[in-house]
């Protein structure tokens, strides 16, 4: 069966890093656009990013351009997002997402 497991969450000050990683299983990894999505209490879910099958395309929304960095490894079936200079908005739980799957979630909190 299909399974994405994320980790990589945690909690950071302002300014930091974190790099997120999605396992991907289940399903045929190297032809799959794979996407990050984030959720933050009282919010919607949201498109972070995703990355072509290749990885020769991506697409960021605006609030983490420049900030964020999305790849993929096919061969380890692994999707990552690098974040960098973390802002207290970007505190949600991160979901990886291939077509209708979705992973369980890792907690990301930015905070002082």
């Known amino acids: 069966q299909v399974q994405l497991v994320e980790s990589g969450g945690g909690l950071v000050q302002p300014g930091g890093s974190l790099r997120l990683s999605c396992a991907a299983s289940?399903?045929?990894?190297?032809?799959?656009?794979m996407k990050w999505y984030r959720q933050a209490p009282g919010k919607e879910r949201e498109l972070v990013a995703s990355?072509?099958?290749?990885?020769?395309?991506?697409m960021y929304r605006d609030s983490v351009k420049g900030r964020f960095t999305i790849s993929r490894d096919n061969p380890k079936g692994t999707v990552y997002l690098q974040m960098n200079s973390l802002k207290p908005e970007d505190t949600a739980v991160y979901y990886c997402?291939?077509?209708?799957?979705w992973g369980q979630g890792t907690q990301v909190t930015v905070s002082s």
């Open positions: 990355i072509s099958s290749n990885g020769g395309s991506t």
């Open positions: 289940g399903f045929i990894f190297s032809i799959s656009t």
């Open positions: 997402s291939s077509a209708n799957y």
